[in-house]
T-cell receptor
Framework: DVKVTQSSRYLVKRTGEKVFLECVQDMDHENMFWYRQDPGLGLRLIYFSYDVKMKEKGDIPEGYSVSREKKERFSLILESASTNQTSMYLC????????????FGDGTRLSIL | SQKIEQNSEALNIQEGKTATLTCNYTNYSPAYLQWYRQDPGRGPVFLLLIRENEKEKRKERLKVTFDTTLKQSLFHITASQPADSATYLCALGKGGGNKLTFGTGTQLKVEL
């Protein structure tokens, strides 16, 4: 089974803090993704990566950055957290090439106070 | 802009009946379409993938159809069970990369 581990299930931070969300895989998949999920808006892609040290913007990258120094780890960074970044954050991974399913972690519910 | 529509209202059906969920899209030419199941507090789980040149795909009690002329996919669960209660998401992808665009999902409730 594919295992996608997100560092925290619940996280509470304060406005202006720099926040790190970690995602680790054990399957040697090339592609990794960060989404946020909000009621009524569904899953929205923030950033993704097809390889080590490679990153591409998704649909809503503003206020976020990412890091992929090793193949198995993909980090999402909130540079200066704001209340509108309160959300469920989901990491996913998939094999290279098209037509591939994505495997998700169970998410981090992040609250910014 | 691209738009993917799934019924926002929950679908309630009786155990044993067939559940049919709809995914419509506009301004998009997907190479493939995927369906996922999501339980409360959990990440989505992949169920089925259907390519643009395929009309229908089956897996056990699940069936997916894909009509690129109507720009619509239907997802069927036959002989539904209370354990099938969840939110179901459709997602569209283009060839080459693995980037997906998700719908907002439809909540299915199967009652005894």
């Amino acid at each position: 089974d594919v295992k996608v581990t997100q560092s925290s299930r619940y996280l509470v931070k304060r406005t202006g803090e720099k926040v790190f969300l970690e995602c680790v895989q054990d399957m040697d998949h090339e592609n990794m993704f960060w989404y946020r999920q909000d009621p009524g808006l569904g899953l929205r892609l923030i950033y993704f990566s097809y390889d080590v040290k490679m990153k591409e913007k998704g649909d809503i990258p503003e206020g976020y950055s990412v890091s992929r120094e090793k193949k198995e780890r993909f980090s999402l960074i909130l540079e200066s957290a704001s209340t509108n970044q309160t959300s469920m954050y989901l990491c996913a991974l998939g094999r290279g090439g098209g037509n591939q399913p994505q495997h998700f972690g169970d998410g981090t519910r992040l609250s910014i106070l | 802009s691209q738009k993917i529509e799934q019924n926002s209202e929950a679908l309630n059906i009786q155990e044993g009946k067939t559940a049919t969920l709809t995914c419509n899209y506009t301004n998009y030419s997907p190479a493939y379409l995927q369906w996922y199941r999501q339980d409360p507090g959990r990440g989505p789980v992949f169920l089925l993938l259907i390519r643009e040149n395929e009309k229908e795909k089956r897996k056990e009690r699940l069936k997916v159809t894909f009509d690129t002329t109507l720009k619509q996919s239907l997802f069927h669960i036959t002989a539904s069970q209370p354990a099938d209660s969840a939110t179901y998401l459709c997602a569209l992808g283009k060839g080459g990369g693995n980037k997906l665009t998700f719908g907002t999902g439809t909540q299915l409730k199967v009652e005894l």
